[in-house]
């Protein structure tokens, strides 16, 4: 005996089904191109591991690498992930050079050189691209001195 939610059920069914489908292809192909972007982060920090360990005149053994590049990927994701964060507790969809300084709160020195290329990154910009102020209000005009 059928009853009125089994019926329900067969046509939500049917209905999320093209749906569920073309959620499941979406995670696959994002779940594919993170592959893609963590194998291709963790070559990049091998080679940069191998390059500085010949110029100390050493060579460093292939898992110590490995666990080098699998360090970098993870701090670099919550690194991201932190970013994110911050920007979503400021109200804003996008990442902000001031949230990726505020990821390097507990490492002083990394901060201080975010800082310096944040710095330098906006010496580059062009003149034309300056940020037009806003007008101040009549109540700033209005300032009560006591």
């Known amino acids: 005996?059928?009853?009125l939610a089994d019926d329900?059920?067969?046509a939500l069914a049917g209905d999320s089904g093209g749906d569920a489908e073309r959620y499941?292809?979406?995670a696959e192909r994002y779940e594919a191109e993170a592959e893609l972007?963590?194998?291709r982060?963790?070559?990049a920090v091998i080679s940069i591991a191998t390059a500085e360990g010949k110029k100390a005149g050493m060579t460093v053994a292939e898992p110590v690498v490995a666990c080098i590049a699998d360090l970098a990927y993870k701090s670099a994701e919550q690194l991201a992930k932190d970013a994110e964060l911050?920007?979503?507790h400021a109200g804003r969809k996008s990442i902000k050079m001031?949230?990726?300084i505020l990821t390097a709160h507990r490492n002083e020195h990394l901060m201080g050189l975010l800082r310096t290329f944040s710095q330098e990154l906006k010496g580059k910009e062009p003149a034309s691209s300056e940020r037009k102020r806003k007008k101040s209000s009549k109540k700033d005009d209005?300032?009560?001195d006591v």
């Open 1 to 3: 005996m059928e009853t």
């Open 8 to 10: 329900a059920d067969a």
């Open 24 to 26: 499941e292809a979406e």
């Open 37 to 39: 972007l963590r194998d």
């Open 41 to 43: 982060f963790r070559l």
């Open 86 to 88: 911050f920007a979503q």
């Open 98 to 100: 001031d949230d990726v």
């Open 142 to 144: 209005r300032a009560i």
